[in-house]
Every structure is written in structure tokens, then in C-alpha cells.
């Protein structure tokens, strides 16, 4: 598997996931790619993942150089800035927040959290997002969009079949349509805000080039439409 390494130091490395690979092997589907064992392999030894991105999302993963800086960066998750670019279902006219607190999907124990969505346009009948979470539970973004009605275009669990074939037939979106663009995160050992960048992967891009209006929403920056793939 070829690594894209956003960013690396003697405590951490952060990887640009592709979407369809998983953070570490699963029994939910044995001999599937993940990227755990790439990046020990590049590392020359063990690394922790420390948090989790779903199969199909892309984007900015975390994984510690040792036990020690795990149990950090886990910590400073709880305060971090994650931030996701997403193409939702619908129009969106304005900034809102979603505070629904999600069951475990094993346990079914229901903990709180909070995703922010910010409309960055329309595109087709549907809007290009900013999405930021608080807690990071598991599907959190799809869950959360999908009891909004503004479910992510190209979500096969919680999203609309009519609504994913019709982009997948006009404009060739073949995937989950959610990408974790950017992290911020306290360092673990200099205590310095790092801020992980990833860019928008051309299975993202190619199929929203697709769609009228992309044009000038990538062409205005700091809207989010594509994230430079530089550590801050």
C-alpha cells in the first residue's frame, strides 16, 4: 500500500487514508486492506492507532510512535479541532448544530455528542460542508446527518439509495462522500498546537468537478473546498 505521510516526528505520524481502507484489521472482514500494519512496516516498528476514521471515509488518521505518547494524543483528543468536508444531502442555508447524544453500536450505552455543520455552497441539489464533532463517536457524522434529513451523499448504511445512485450515475461518485480534511491537535511532547492537513483525494474530486458551481467554490480558499496536504 502506497503511504501518503502528512506529518511525522519521534512521537507521532499521521497518514492520508484512503477511503475503503480500514484503520487496523477487523473481524468484520478479514483480509481486508488496513493501514496499521503499512505503517509499522514504514516506521520499522510499532505504532498505536489512536483514533479511528470509518472504512469509507478518507483523510487525516493518527498513529503514536509508543504507548506513552498514545495515551497523550488520546487525551488531547477530547479537545482537538477535527474538521470534515462533506457533500450532504439537500440545501443548507445556515450554520447549525447538532447535540444528540448516540448509543455504543455494541454496548447500545448512549453518550453524548455534538456535530456543527457549516454550509460552504449548493452544489446540484445538494450542499459542499464543513462538519466539526465534539466526542468522535463511532459514525458519528453519518449518524448524525442522517437524522437531520441531510444524510452524506454516497452513505450505503444510513443514507438513501435513490439519492446515491443518482450521483453515482451523473456524476461517477463511487464512494462516501465525507473526508477528514484537517486536525488540530496539542502535541504530546512540545505541548505546541499541530494543526494535519490533508487535501481532497481525486475519488472525492473528480466526481464533485463534475457537478455545476465546483469550480468557483474550489477557487475561494480558505472555504474548505480543498485543504492544502501540509502540517501547520
Same mark, same amino acid.
Given at each position: 500500500?502506497?503511504?501518503?505521510?502528512?506529518?511525522?516526528?519521534?512521537?507521532?505520524?499521521?497518514?492520508?487514508?484512503?477511503? !475503503?481502507?480500514?484503520?487496523?484489521?477487523?473481524?468484520?472482514?478479514?483480509?481486508?486492506? /488496513?493501514?496499521?500494519?503499512?505503517?509499522?512496516?514504514?516506521? !520499522?516498528?510499532?505504532?498505536?492507532?489512536?483514533? &479511528?476514521?470509518?472504512?469509507?471515509?478518507?483523510?487525516?488518521?493518527?498513529?503514536?510512535?509508543?504507548?506513552?505518547?498514545?495515551?497523550?494524543?488520546?487525551?488531547?483528543?477530547?479537545?482537538?479541532?477535527?474538521?470534515?468536508?462533506?457533500?450532504?444531502? #439537500? &440545501?443548507?442555508? #445556515?450554520?447549525?448544530?447538532?447535540?444528540?447524544?448516540? #448509543?455504543?453500536?455494541?454496548?447500545?450505552?448512549?453518550?453524548?455528542?455534538?456535530?456543527?455543520?457549516?454550509?460552504?455552497?449548493?452544489?446540484?441539489?445538494? +450542499?459542499?460542508?464543513?462538519?466539526?464533532?465534539?466526542?468522535?463517536?463511532?459514525?458519528?457524522?453519518?449518524?448524525?446527518?442522517?437524522?437531520?434529513?441531510?444524510?452524506?451523499? !454516497?452513505?450505503? +448504511?444510513? #443514507?438513501?439509495?435513490?439519492?446515491?445512485?443518482?450521483?453515482?450515475?451523473?456524476?461517477?461518485?463511487? &464512494?462516501?462522500?465525507?473526508? /477528514?480534511? @484537517?486536525?488540530?491537535?496539542?502535541?504530546?511532547?512540545?505541548?505546541?498546537?499541530?494543526?494535519?492537513?490533508?487535501?481532497?483525494?481525486?475519488?472525492?474530486?473528480?466526481?464533485?468537478?463534475?457537478?455545476?458551481?465546483?469550480?468557483?467554490?474550489?477557487?475561494?480558499?480558505? @472555504?474548505?473546498? !480543498?485543504?492544502?496536504?501540509?502540517?501547520?
Amino acid at each position: 500500500m502506497e503511504l501518503r505521510v502528512l506529518h511525522r516526528d519521534e512521537a507521532l505520524i499521521a497518514i492520508d487514508k484512503p477511503s !475503503g481502507v480500514f484503520v487496523h484489521p477487523t473481524d468484520l472482514d478479514r483480509g481486508a486492506p /488496513a493501514l496499521l500494519a503499512p505503517v509499522c512496516e514504514l516506521v !520499522g516498528a510499532r505504532v498505536h492507532p489512536v483514533h &479511528r476514521l470509518d472504512r469509507a471515509t478518507s483523510g487525516v488518521v493518527l498513529f503514536a510512535m509508543g504507548p506513552e505518547p498514545a495515551r497523550a494524543l488520546q487525551a488531547a483528543l477530547a479537545e482537538a479541532d477535527k474538521r470534515y468536508l462533506a457533500l450532504l444531502r #439537500g &440545501r443548507i442555508d #445556515g450554520l447549525f448544530t447538532i447535540d444528540r447524544p448516540l #448509543g455504543d453500536l455494541e454496548t447500545g450505552v448512549k453518550r453524548e455528542a455534538r456535530t456543527t455543520v457549516s454550509p460552504l455552497g449548493p452544489l446540484a441539489d445538494a +450542499t459542499w460542508a464543513e462538519v466539526r464533532i465534539e466526542h468522535g463517536r463511532q459514525h458519528q457524522i453519518r449518524r448524525h446527518m442522517n437524522h437531520a434529513g441531510h444524510h452524506v451523499l !454516497g452513505d450505503t +448504511t444510513y #443514507g438513501k439509495g435513490a439519492w446515491n445512485r443518482r450521483y453515482r450515475e451523473a456524476y461517477g461518485l463511487e &464512494r462516501l462522500a465525507l473526508h /477528514a480534511a @484537517s486536525l488540530a491537535i496539542l502535541h504530546p511532547a512540545s505541548g505546541v498546537r499541530l494543526r494535519i492537513r490533508a487535501a481532497l483525494p481525486e475519488d472525492l474530486r473528480a466526481p464533485l468537478a463534475r457537478i455545476e458551481g465546483w469550480a468557483a467554490l474550489a477557487e475561494t480558499g480558505d @472555504s474548505g473546498a !480543498g485543504l492544502p496536504p501540509t502540517a501547520v
